[in-house]
């Protein structure tokens, strides 16, 4: 590592949603850069205007806020670099085109989308790889385009890709070698004016000092353009690291058009920031005591080591992500600091002054904060009973009357409603009469909350109040009759 300061950056496109994607590439970007004393920068990269969403760059940095990973320098922070949304820097990528076009390293291109399209189809008829054929190129001489531009008429920048190949050595893969017959000249310059990706981001990447470049796979392609780039314009180059991208369970891509990738997503269902950041620190990287839980984001920096980074893609199990959320809910957090978390996640009429008696009745059931709503409905909520379920084990209505007549006055006559002693008094008329546990215990719980499943009876029962579960087993018996 060399004395240069490390400067590292995520350059997130405000095209829609804040991905999932972009919060994994970010937590390496930061724990990289702070673990040497580095900054981590946020760069908006809208030079795509067709697909420009309003308030998508808002919810980004909403997003990584929530998860904790806080930038040192972006549009919202300020900064040095700045200005840090590239469609401010529109002069500066001309300066750099205008150089490489008088070094003879891009070209004006006029063809149309007709011809493009022409060109494509016949190569691919030919079974030829779609690259440009540089008929412009071959065409017009620099003063002729020049002409042709200044008339008016509407062209692209195209970078003009030497012969040879590009070699890097990747922090992850090693070394990378890749034939320039294999590359396009990719347009550098739109029609309307704004760059490419690949030339706004080897100008910005430059001129705000990073130093190290931590992407996703699927630009290991992209980087011999980059290259190419970075040579023709006098710049350093900068370390790459190339993380494997995020996988379905059937190792398909992480898609947005067939999952849900949205950050802001998993918070408003509940997930925990801590709990998240955890998991997919372990996407593509092991501790180096292969702990899986619970590592913060303190920890995670302190022993981050990009020699434990794997190459394959991870699996974005989201089972395994409400395991780790539920541990975090669990052994974590405290029951008083779950209470107040699962407070913005409940309806209008809840009784939040329940939810301490609620809790611990439900906390092992829980895998995100919102569970606790769909958990605890039936404590206040009255819902009607299936009263053919009551009849189950081969119990007749006039039983189920008998049982659920003396369970309330057993109930009724209690000197304290507590969970001992509604148990003791249970217990003792099941014993008394000789019933089945099976049959009148579950035909208890069925009355009492409506679900086949729930938390430990007696402490059920306890928790929805006497008032209330007299009423259901009144209710009950009147259909029953």
Same mark, same amino acid.
């Given at each position: 590592m060399s004395d240069t300061p490390i400067r590292t950056r995520i350059a997130p496109s405000p095209t829609g949603i804040a991905h999932v994607g972009t919060l994994y590439i970010a937590l390496f970007n930061y724990a990289f850069a702070k673990q040497h004393g580095g900054q981590f920068i946020v760069r908006i990269e809208d030079t795509d205007r067709n697909r420009f969403v309003e308030g998508a760059e808002e919810v980004i940095f909403e997003a990584l806020e929530w998860a904790g990973i806080v930038p040192d320098e972006s549009v919202v922070h300020g900064g040095e670099y700045g200005p840090y949304r590239q469609s401010e820097r529109l002069e500066t990528y001309?300066?750099?085109?205008?150089?490489?076009?008088?070094?003879?390293?891009?070209?004006?291109?006029?063809?149309?989308?007709?011809?493009?399209?022409?060109?494509?189809?016949?190569?691919?008829?030919?079974?030829?790889?779609?690259?440009?054929?540089?008929?412009?190129?071959?065409?017009?001489?620099?003063?002729?385009?020049?002409?042709?531009?200044?008339?008016?008429?509407?062209?692209?920048?195209?970078?003009?890709?030497?012969?040879?190949?590009?070699?890097?050595?990747?922090?992850?893969?090693?070394?990378?070698?890749?034939?320039?017959?294999?590359?396009?000249?990719?347009?550098?310059?739109?029609?309307d004016g704004f760059p490419t990706y690949h030339m706004a981001v080897v100008v910005d990447d430059h001129l705000m000092g990073i130093t190290h470049v931590m992407r996703g796979e699927e630009?290991?392609?992209?980087?011999?353009?980059?290259l190419i780039l970075y040579e023709k314009l006098g710049f350093p180059v900068p370390q790459y690291a190339h993380?494997?991208?995020?996988?379905?369970?059937?190792?398909?891509?992480?898609?947005?058009?067939?999952?849900?990738?949205?950050?802001?997503?998993?918070?408003?269902?509940?997930?925990l920031?801590?709990?998240?950041?955890?998991?997919?620190?372990?996407?593509?990287?092991?501790?180096?005591?292969?702990?899986?839980?619970?590592?913060?984001?303190?920890?995670? =920096? @302190?022993?981050?080591?990009?020699?434990?980074?794997? +190459?394959? /893609?991870?699996? &974005?199990d989201v089972e395994k992500l409400n395991w780790m959320n539920g541990k975090y809910l669990r052994e974590v957090l405290s029951q008083t600091e779950v209470a107040e978390r699962v407070q913005q996640y409940l309806p209008e009429n809840y009784p939040v002054e329940n939810i301490p008696l609620y809790l611990p009745l439900v906390l092992d059931r829980m895998g995100t904060l919102l569970d606790f709503a769909d958990l605890t409905d039936f404590f206040y909520q009255d819902t009607a009973i299936d009263t053919d379920q009551l009849l189950k084990k081969g119990a007749t209505p006039e039983l189920v009357v008998q049982q659920l007549q003396e369970t309330a006055t057993a109930l009724e006559a209690l000197p304290e409603w507590k969970h001992e002693t509604i148990e003791t008094? =249970? @217990?003792?008329?099941?014993?008394?009469?000789?019933? +089945?546990? /099976?049959?009148? &215990?579950?035909?208890?719980?069925?009355?009492?909350?409506?679900?086949?499943?729930?938390?430990?009876?007696?402490?059920?029962?306890?928790?929805?109040?006497?008032?209330?579960?007299?009423?259901?087993?009144?209710?009950c018996i009147e259909t029953l009759r």
């Open positions: 001309q300066q750099y085109v205008e150089q490489l076009i008088e070094q003879g390293d891009a070209y004006y291109c006029f063809c149309t989308s007709e011809r493009l399209a022409d060109m494509r189809a016949a190569q691919q008829a030919a079974k030829q790889p779609p690259k440009y054929d540089r008929h412009c190129l071959h065409t017009y001489s620099l003063e002729e385009a020049r002409q042709k531009v200044a008339a008016g008429e509407q062209y692209v920048v195209r970078l003009r890709v030497p012969e040879g190949k590009s070699q890097w050595t990747d922090m992850i893969r090693g070394d990378v070698e890749i034939d320039h017959a294999q590359i396009d000249d990719q347009v550098l310059l739109k029609s630009w290991i392609s992209s980087t011999p353009k980059h993380m494997p991208l995020l996988r379905n369970t059937d190792k398909s891509k992480l898609s947005k058009r067939k999952n849900d990738v949205s950050i802001v997503s998993y918070r408003d269902k509940g997930y920031p801590q709990a998240l950041l955890n998991f997919l620190m372990l996407l593509g990287w092991s501790h180096p005591d292969n702990k899986e839980f619970p590592i913060s984001l303190e920890e995670f =920096v @302190r022993v981050f080591d990009m020699d434990r980074m794997q +190459k394959t /893609g991870p699996v &974005f008094a =249970v @217990r003792a008329l099941q014993e008394l009469h000789t019933w +089945k546990k /099976g049959q009148y &215990f579950m035909m208890l719980r069925l009355a009492a909350t409506g679900r086949k499943a729930t938390p430990p009876l007696f402490e059920t029962i306890h928790a929805i109040g006497k008032e209330r579960v007299l009423g259901r087993f009144a209710d």
